[in-house]
C-alpha cells in the first residue's frame, strides 16, 4: 500500500497506532479481526521489527493469523497463551458505556472468548462507530447450521417479548451460500434498530437452543481508541474515567506502508 491515505483509513490507523503503546514487552496480546484491527496487527509486527518488542500473539480468526505471521508477530492459541493481558480489536457500534456491536466481520466468537480471557480490552474505532444507543448495526449471533431455521424463527419468537424495535433476522450469505465462520457455524444477523436492554437482550439470546453466542459485549470493553482523519486521537478509559486526546505524527511513506505492497 502506498500514496494518500483515506480520511477513514487515517483515522483507523492512527486509532491502532495509538493503541499498540498500551503493548509492553512480554505480554500476551488478542490480536482483534476487520479492517481497523488489521492496522493495528501491522502496528505491532512494525514495533516487532524496529524495537525487538517480545510479544505473543493469539488471532481472533484465521485472517488476522495469517497477517500476525505476515508482519512478523509470534502466534500461539489460546490454549497457549490460557491468560492474555490485552486483546485489541475494532467494533461496529460502541454506546457511552463502552457496550459493544461486534461480529460484523464474522468473528464474534472467538472475539467474545479471547477479550474475556484478557486482563484488559481496548478498542479501536473511527469515530462514526460512536452511537448513543446500540442497534441501528444489525446484530449477529453466531448458531450452529443444524436446524438454523427453527432456531431462526426462535430468535424471531423471543425478540417479540424483549426491548427491541425490529424483530427480523437474515442469515449471513458469502454469495449465494451460507457465511460460515471459523468455527463452521452460520451468522445471523438481528435487525433490531434499537436495543433499549442490550444486557437483556445478550442474556435472552444466548439460552435459544442453536445460538452459539451473539455479538453484543457488555462490561468487557475497558479503554476505546478513537482515530480521526486529521490524525487526532481521543484514549477513554471507562474504569478510571478519563479522556485524553493526542495526535499521532506519521508519513505514508513509511515503512509501514511500503511494508504492504508485497
Ligand atoms: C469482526 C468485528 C470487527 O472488529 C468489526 O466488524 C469492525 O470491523 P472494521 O474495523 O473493519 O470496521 O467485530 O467480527
Not at 237 to 254: H, K, L, S, V, W
Amino acid at each position: 500500500m502506498s500514496g494518500n491515505l483515506s480520511p477513514i483509513d487515517t483515522a483507523k490507523f492512527v486509532a491502532a497506532k495509538r493503541a499498540v503503546d498500551f503493548v509492553e514487552d512480554g505480554m500476551r496480546v488478542g490480536l482483534g479481526t476487520g479492517s481497523t484491527a488489521a492496522w493495528m496487527v501491522r502496528c505491532l509486527g512494525e514495533r516487532v521489527r524496529e524495537e525487538g518488542l517480545r510479544i505473543t500473539g493469539v488471532p481472533t480468526s484465521s485472517r488476522t493469523a495469517e497477517l500476525a505471521r505476515k508482519v512478523g508477530v509470534k502466534v500461539v492459541s489460546l490454549d497457549e497463551a490460557k491468560w492474555l493481558d490485552l486483546t485489541i480489536d475494532g467494533a461496529d457500534e460502541i454506546d457511552p458505556n463502552l457496550n459493544l456491536i461486534k461480529g460484523g466481520g464474522g468473528a464474534l466468537l472467538q472475539e467474545k472468548i479471547v477479550a474475556t480471557a484478557s486482563d484488559q480490552m481496548v478498542v479501536i474505532s473511527d469515530a462514526s462507530k460512536l452511537v448513543e444507543g446500540l442497534g441501528a448495526f444489525p446484530l449477529p449471533v453466531e448458531v450452529v447450521p443444524f436446524g438454523w431455521q427453527t432456531t431462526k424463527a426462535l430468535v424471531e419468537e423471543t425478540l417479540a417479548g424483549i426491548d427491541v424495535l425490529g424483530q427480523s433476522a437474515t442469515l449471513r450469505l458469502n454469495g449465494d451460500a451460507a457465511y460460515v465462520t471459523d468455527e463452521g457455524n452460520y451468522i445471523l444477523d438481528l435487525h433490531l434498530q434499537r436495543i433499549g436492554n442490550p444486557r437483556q437482550a445478550s442474556l435472552v439470546l444466548n439460552q435459544i437452543p442453536g445460538v452459539v453466542e451473539n455479538g453484543l459485549f457488555i462490561d468487557i470493553c475497558d479503554v476505546v481508541v478513537i482515530g480521526h482523519g486529521d490524525g487526532r486521537v481521543e484514549v477513554r478509559d471507562i474504569n478510571a474515567g478519563t479522556r485524553q486526546e493526542d495526535r499521532i505524527e506519521f508519513a505514508d511513506t513509511d515503512n509501514l506502508f511500503r511494508d504492504l505492497a508485497d
